[in-house]
Protein backbone atom coordinates (compact mmCIF):
# COMPACT_ATOMS: atom_id res chain seq x y z
CA UNK A 1 0.00 0.00 0.00
CA UNK A 2 1.37 3.43 -0.79
CA UNK A 3 1.14 5.70 2.01
CA UNK A 4 2.26 9.78 1.89
CA UNK A 5 2.90 11.73 4.89
CA UNK A 6 3.51 14.80 5.24
CA UNK A 7 6.17 16.43 7.71
CA UNK A 8 5.70 20.06 8.40
CA UNK A 9 8.36 22.31 9.90
CA UNK A 10 7.28 25.68 11.52
CA UNK A 11 9.98 28.28 12.64
CA UNK A 12 11.78 28.28 15.69
CA UNK A 13 14.19 29.84 17.23
CA UNK A 14 17.04 28.16 15.34
CA UNK A 15 19.01 30.13 12.09
CA UNK A 16 17.92 26.92 9.84
CA UNK A 17 16.21 23.73 10.27
CA UNK A 18 16.24 20.06 8.23
CA UNK A 19 13.70 17.96 7.19
CA UNK A 20 13.54 14.31 6.05
CA UNK A 21 17.24 15.17 4.15
CA UNK A 22 15.61 19.08 3.03
CA UNK A 23 17.22 22.09 5.24
CA UNK A 24 16.09 25.89 5.01
CA UNK A 25 17.48 28.68 6.22
CA UNK A 26 16.25 31.01 7.29
CA UNK A 27 13.38 30.33 9.29
CA UNK A 28 12.45 33.98 9.76
CA UNK A 29 12.16 36.68 7.16
CA UNK A 30 12.99 40.21 8.01
CA UNK A 31 13.00 43.17 5.73
CA UNK A 32 13.78 45.77 8.22
CA UNK A 33 13.73 48.74 5.87
CA UNK A 34 11.18 48.85 3.50
CA UNK A 35 12.53 51.99 2.28
CA UNK A 36 15.50 50.53 1.09
CA UNK A 37 14.71 46.97 1.11
CA UNK A 38 11.75 45.33 -0.99
CA UNK A 39 12.71 41.48 -1.20
CA UNK A 40 14.38 39.00 0.65
CA UNK A 41 15.65 34.94 -0.04
CA UNK A 42 15.56 31.62 1.58
CA UNK A 43 17.18 28.49 0.28
CA UNK A 44 16.54 25.03 0.36
CA UNK A 45 19.24 22.37 -0.01
CA UNK A 46 19.05 18.71 -0.54
CA UNK A 47 21.52 16.79 1.47
CA UNK A 48 22.07 13.16 1.64
CA UNK A 49 19.48 12.38 -0.93
CA UNK A 50 18.63 10.19 -4.15
CA UNK A 51 15.58 11.39 -5.37
CA UNK A 52 14.26 14.86 -6.69
CA UNK A 53 11.67 16.68 -4.98
CA UNK A 54 8.93 18.91 -6.41
CA UNK A 55 7.94 22.16 -4.04
CA UNK A 56 5.34 24.68 -4.61
CA UNK A 57 5.41 27.78 -2.63
CA UNK A 58 2.42 30.17 -1.54
CA UNK A 59 2.04 33.07 0.64
CA UNK A 60 -0.69 34.51 2.72
CA UNK A 61 -1.12 37.48 5.03
CA UNK A 62 -0.92 36.63 8.79
CA UNK A 63 -2.88 38.31 11.10
CA UNK A 64 -4.14 37.51 14.42
CA UNK A 65 -7.27 38.07 16.30
CA UNK A 66 -7.37 40.13 19.90
CA UNK A 67 -6.97 36.96 21.07
CA UNK A 68 -3.65 35.95 19.46
CA UNK A 69 -5.61 33.37 17.41
CA UNK A 70 -4.03 33.19 13.80
CA UNK A 71 -5.92 33.82 10.64
CA UNK A 72 -4.24 33.18 7.26
CA UNK A 73 -5.47 34.56 4.00
CA UNK A 74 -3.88 34.70 0.37
CA UNK A 75 -2.24 37.69 -0.57
CA UNK A 76 -1.23 38.61 -3.49
CA UNK A 77 1.14 41.65 -2.90
CA UNK A 78 3.77 39.26 -2.39
CA UNK A 79 6.27 38.06 -5.55
CA UNK A 80 7.48 34.70 -5.04
CA UNK A 81 9.91 33.31 -7.69
CA UNK A 82 10.64 30.26 -8.49
CA UNK A 83 6.58 29.53 -7.07
CA UNK A 84 7.16 26.19 -8.45
CA UNK A 85 10.58 24.17 -8.87
CA UNK A 86 12.65 20.86 -8.74
CA UNK A 87 15.18 20.25 -5.85
CA UNK A 88 17.82 17.66 -7.08
CA UNK A 89 19.47 15.56 -5.22
CA UNK A 90 22.05 17.23 -3.43
CA UNK A 91 21.13 20.39 -4.74
CA UNK A 92 20.41 24.07 -3.81
CA UNK A 93 17.34 26.20 -4.49
CA UNK A 94 16.87 30.13 -3.64
CA UNK A 95 13.61 31.60 -3.56
CA UNK A 96 13.22 35.28 -3.77
CA UNK A 97 10.50 36.55 -1.91
CA UNK A 98 9.55 40.96 -2.41
CA UNK A 99 6.55 42.84 -3.21
CA UNK A 100 5.01 44.15 -6.23
CA UNK A 101 4.11 47.54 -4.88
CA UNK A 102 6.00 49.84 -2.59
CA UNK A 103 5.76 48.44 1.24
CA UNK A 104 4.72 51.60 2.87
CA UNK A 105 1.44 51.32 0.72
CA UNK A 106 0.62 48.00 2.56
CA UNK A 107 2.17 48.56 5.84
CA UNK A 108 -0.18 50.02 8.67
CA UNK A 109 1.42 52.94 10.02
CA UNK A 110 4.50 51.99 12.00
CA UNK A 111 3.03 48.59 12.90
CA UNK A 112 5.13 45.53 11.36
CA UNK A 113 3.74 43.47 8.10
CA UNK A 114 3.51 39.69 8.40
CA UNK A 115 3.01 37.14 5.95
CA UNK A 116 3.74 33.44 5.94
CA UNK A 117 5.41 31.74 3.18
CA UNK A 118 4.23 27.92 2.59
CA UNK A 119 7.12 25.89 1.12
CA UNK A 120 5.16 22.80 -0.14
CA UNK A 121 6.46 19.26 -1.86
CA UNK A 122 4.00 18.39 -4.38
CA UNK A 123 3.59 14.12 -4.26
CA UNK A 124 5.20 12.05 -6.90
CA UNK A 125 4.14 8.67 -8.08
CA UNK A 126 5.85 6.17 -5.79
CA UNK A 127 6.14 2.52 -5.52
CA UNK A 128 3.52 0.14 -4.42
CA UNK A 129 4.11 -0.48 -0.45
CA UNK A 130 6.89 2.26 -0.15
CA UNK A 131 6.40 5.48 2.33
CA UNK A 132 7.11 8.76 0.69
CA UNK A 133 7.59 11.67 3.78
CA UNK A 134 6.46 14.93 1.86
CA UNK A 135 7.99 18.36 3.32
CA UNK A 136 6.43 21.11 4.56
CA UNK A 137 8.39 24.62 5.93
CA UNK A 138 5.96 27.00 7.08
CA UNK A 139 8.01 30.29 7.67
CA UNK A 140 7.04 33.53 8.71
CA UNK A 141 7.97 36.94 7.00
CA UNK A 142 8.42 40.30 8.99
CA UNK A 143 8.20 43.32 7.49
CA UNK A 144 9.13 46.67 9.54
CA UNK A 145 11.39 47.94 12.22
CA UNK A 146 11.86 45.57 15.23
CA UNK A 147 10.88 46.77 18.80
CA UNK A 148 12.24 45.68 22.25
CA UNK A 149 10.23 43.58 24.10
CA UNK A 150 7.05 45.22 25.63
CA UNK A 151 4.92 42.58 27.51
CA UNK A 152 2.51 43.22 30.09
CA UNK A 153 0.94 40.58 32.30
CA UNK A 154 -2.30 39.88 34.01
CA UNK A 155 -4.22 37.23 35.91
CA UNK A 156 -7.85 37.03 34.85
CA UNK A 157 -9.81 34.12 35.50
CA UNK A 158 -7.35 32.10 36.16
CA UNK A 159 -5.36 32.43 33.42
CA UNK A 160 -1.89 34.45 32.51
CA UNK A 161 -2.82 37.12 29.70
CA UNK A 162 -0.15 38.09 27.73
CA UNK A 163 -0.20 41.39 25.58
CA UNK A 164 2.60 42.37 23.30
CA UNK A 165 2.36 46.22 23.55
CA UNK A 166 5.09 46.50 20.77
CA UNK A 167 4.32 47.67 17.24
CA UNK A 168 6.16 44.03 15.90
CA UNK A 169 5.93 40.57 16.89
CA UNK A 170 7.57 38.48 19.78
CA UNK A 171 8.44 34.76 19.91
CA UNK A 172 7.22 33.14 23.39
CA UNK A 173 8.73 29.90 24.45
CA UNK A 174 9.35 27.73 27.47
CA UNK A 175 7.46 30.69 29.65
CA UNK A 176 7.55 30.42 33.41
CA UNK A 177 6.20 31.65 36.54
CA UNK A 178 8.30 31.83 39.99
CA UNK A 179 8.02 33.43 42.79
CA UNK A 180 9.84 35.98 44.97
CA UNK A 181 12.44 33.28 45.81
CA UNK A 182 12.57 32.00 41.93
CA UNK A 183 10.83 28.92 43.00
CA UNK A 184 8.68 27.52 39.78
CA UNK A 185 5.09 27.67 40.19
CA UNK A 186 3.92 27.65 36.36
CA UNK A 187 5.64 26.37 33.22
CA UNK A 188 4.72 25.94 29.81
CA UNK A 189 6.43 24.80 26.81
CA UNK A 190 4.69 26.25 24.25
CA UNK A 191 6.07 27.87 21.19
CA UNK A 192 3.97 30.91 19.71
CA UNK A 193 4.49 34.01 18.24
CA UNK A 194 2.03 37.11 19.36
CA UNK A 195 2.08 39.43 16.78
CA UNK A 196 2.28 43.49 17.39
CA UNK A 197 -0.56 44.91 19.80
CA UNK A 198 -1.98 41.36 20.76
CA UNK A 199 -3.03 38.73 23.62
CA UNK A 200 -2.85 35.62 24.39
CA UNK A 201 -3.47 33.57 27.26
CA UNK A 202 -2.41 30.80 29.03
CA UNK A 203 -4.96 28.68 31.52
CA UNK A 204 -2.78 28.26 34.84
CA UNK A 205 -4.74 25.12 35.70
CA UNK A 206 -3.95 24.48 39.36
CA UNK A 207 -1.78 27.19 40.06
CA UNK A 208 -2.99 30.06 42.20
CA UNK A 209 -1.39 33.59 41.57
CA UNK A 210 -3.07 35.76 44.52
CA UNK A 211 -0.71 38.68 44.64
CA UNK A 212 0.72 38.72 40.91
CA UNK A 213 2.92 41.55 42.27
CA UNK A 214 5.00 39.02 44.32
CA UNK A 215 5.36 36.86 41.30
CA UNK A 216 8.12 37.15 37.90
CA UNK A 217 7.52 35.96 34.31
CA UNK A 218 10.98 33.91 32.64
CA UNK A 219 10.53 33.34 29.01
CA UNK A 220 12.67 32.61 25.85
CA UNK A 221 11.94 35.05 23.12
CA UNK A 222 13.50 35.63 19.61
CA UNK A 223 14.30 39.24 20.41
CA UNK A 224 16.96 37.93 22.87
CA UNK A 225 19.46 35.27 23.59
CA UNK A 226 19.08 34.76 27.16
CA UNK A 227 16.31 34.16 28.95
CA UNK A 228 14.06 37.14 29.73
CA UNK A 229 12.45 37.91 33.12
CA UNK A 230 9.91 40.72 34.10
CA UNK A 231 7.41 41.44 36.58
CA UNK A 232 4.09 41.63 36.23
CA UNK A 233 3.81 45.04 36.88
CA UNK A 234 6.16 45.83 34.26
Known amino acids: MKKIIAL ?10 SNAGVSVDPVQMYIQNPIKQRTTTLTLESKDETEKRIFEVKAFKWTQKENGENVLEPDNSLIINPKNFILQPNGK ?32 AVKESSVNFLVSFNLPLFVGKQEDVKLKFNVENNKLVVKNNANSHIQIANLKIVDANKKEVFKTETMSYLLANKSTSYDLNNTRISNPKNYYVQLFTDKNDKMVELKFSD
Open 8 to 17: LVSSMFYMSV
Open 93 to 124: QTIRVGFNRPIESILSGQQEGTWRVMVDEIPQ
